[in-house]
């Protein structure tokens, strides 16, 4: 038995969406228990139409919702103890749950997951993980925005999560990862890129194979099962593609619109374009997960159907049942006893580190 | 009468692409004059083919091809004085022509270009920009990767620059400017580009209308004309979109030849679909434009076939038509007459720029 803790009130359709995602997901797996918190009055008429449900669940009401537009402090400030989406993270933490679901707005999951469950103790940064559908399947890209910037180790620490979570969700046994980086020859900066390619290269791990730089065209290609950069050009590169899909199914519509030929075409081969638009649609089926926290933490889209929800929610069941924690640990720790990390001369961690604790 | 010089051995085809692009606009621009450079055996014959274009054409031999994967240094070292790139380069300078195009290596280009135009006077380095088509029509993205991280001044430049090209080739009288930034709010780091969006905002140029930050999914929207990040963000933006729509273009194919109903509705809505993938290739007809030097160079696409290489020279006339230097210079002088940047104490050119200049 897996116990997932849901925040029910996220995401632009709430408990609405929420519930008849879990009801899709208990179905499919019959192993799962759900611990779900909102607010009374918007959950319980909701939970009330599916009596199965109900039998694999408990609700607990909480009294405040996090707002999709509140900013992070405020979401800590008001929604601290009291929040569904506060609640959620703190059922991980307790042992109450194994992982948290939430549709709720992403800066405020990741300010409250950061200061409930603590990054873990080897790393500086936590990061956010997409799935991204391509060519030959599917990649885990991260970081995509927890984090603006990173160095060489951190990059290093991304790739190893990454790695965890490729290996969890995908099943291999050891994944290709890449370090996003830009095709000019003898470029100037980036030098933590470089110097992570060859920490990455050094270390020759046994659960994961660094095949050195890929560029952004190699995302949509499936070069490399997981692509490795800081949050600044990662969130750049999601947001980017995200838009081009969207750009080329408004070039899609318009064109099968323009002609008679093409409209009668478009008839026949309708069913394909359903299919087609499912696969553009770049990670709409889970939205982000967090990594490096000590607790599984998955941020679904915000605008996200039952569908969608529900596929976050798997997501994370799959990682509770692969043992991505674990993973991920002895990875780092691995990794961290070959590589040792520059650290304060009272073995306090870095500065890097106290600023962002500081943050919360 | 316009003069445009032509490296002819650049990209993957050379002269037998490059000659029947140049007869194209022969004929749509009967003012246009060429400067044709490259190796004697290999151009003579292709324009022996075309009377009309040799009437319009002066060739010149030269002895050095630069090759596609040549390193920069490589191709200055055996390239200076003598290659086709080079030479095209120098016949700016020296005003024998008024703008180059070549569909030669990006890296030895933008080397070239550098060490023999020099970079503007009042800024610290040059960029590449490439128009993006977008829901709306087309804009300016800069940098998409001459250098790696900018600082806030560079930032601005690059908005004047990006502002310059899109009046000279849109025809716009105050385009809309963005920064590239993440929707993540309260997030440490990325502090040039916060205050270089507030220099720009303090600067209220006449001939720029900023609009604050945009996301990766608004290049596509076109929710501005120009877009501005460094280096790198933006290399990797323009890759994952032109991977984006090449894995699209993949799901598509698959899609219509999946079922027989689906290769029937291709049948009928074959001329939409040609339409559509000629609008999906991001930065398919123009390839680059180096903004900032002393002089107008133009990369087009190494692949590209004779439309996309004549789509390059009508872009280096319609910029040198429509006084795109001109433009720069005036809105350049005109911001920094009001915003003096930092200098070195004896009034040479900081650091950044030194070692820029080193590099050649």
């Given amino acids: 038995m897996i116990r997932i803790s849901i925040d029910a009130m996220g995401g632009d359709h709430g408990p609405g969406v929420v519930i008849p995602a879990l009801v899709k997901v208990a179905t499919r797996r019959p192993e799962i228990r759900f611990v779900i918190y909102g607010r009374e009055e918007a959950v319980r008429p909701e939970l009330a139409k599916y009596q199965k449900l109900a039998e694999k669940s408990e609700f607990i009401h909480s009294e405040v919702a996090v707002k999709m537009d509140d900013k992070p402090s405020q979401a800590l400030r008001h929604g601290r103890g009291k929040s569904s989406m506060w609640m959620a993270i703190d059922a991980v933490k307790s042992g109450t749950s194994e992982a948290c679901v939430s549709a709720g707005n992403t800066g405020a999951l990741m300010a409250m997951s950061k200061f409930c469950l603590r990054t873990m103790a080897t790393i500086d940064r936590p990061a956010i993980a997409a799935i991204w559908p391509t060519l030959r399947g599917e990649s885990v890209v991260l970081d995509v925005g927890a984090t603006i910037g990173a160095d060489a180790h951190q990059l290093v620490d991304f790739a190893i999560l990454g790695t965890g979570m490729a290996r969890s969700v995908f099943g291999m046994e050891r994944p290709t990862v890449g370090l996003l980086n830009v095709g000019v020859e003898e470029v100037k900066g980036q030098e933590e890129v470089k110097d992570a390619g060859r920490m990455l290269r050094e270390a020759n791990m046994a659960s994961l194979d660094y095949r050195g730089f890929v560029e952004g065209d190699d995302i949509g290609k499936g070069t490399v099962d997981v692509v490795v950069t800081e949050g600044f050009s990662g969130n750049i590169a999601l947001k980017t593609a995200e838009g ?18 093409a409209r009668i075409g478009y008839i026949f081969a309708k069913g394909a374009f359903d299919r087609l638009r499912e696969k553009m649609d770049v990670g709409r089926a889970n939205g982000g997960v967090f990594l490096g926290l000590n607790g599984i933490v998955v941020k679904s889209h915000g ?15 799959d990682m509770v049942r692969n043992r991505l924690l674990d993973r991920i640990e002895a990875d780092l720790d691995l990794f961290h006893a070959r590589n040792p990390r520059p650290r304060n001369d009272d073995g306090t961690r870095r500065e890097s580190d106290a600023e962002a604790d500081e943050e919360n």
Same sequence: chains 1, 2.
Avoid: H, N, P
Avoid at 247 to 254: F, S
Avoid at 303 to 317: C, H, M, T
């Fill in 244 to 261: 081009t899909a969207r750009q080329i199914a408004g070039y899609l519509r318009a064109a099968m619109s323009r002609t008679l030929m």
């Fill in 303 to 317: 605008g996200a159907d039952a569908d969608g929800f529900a596929a976050a929610v798997e997501l994370a069941y």
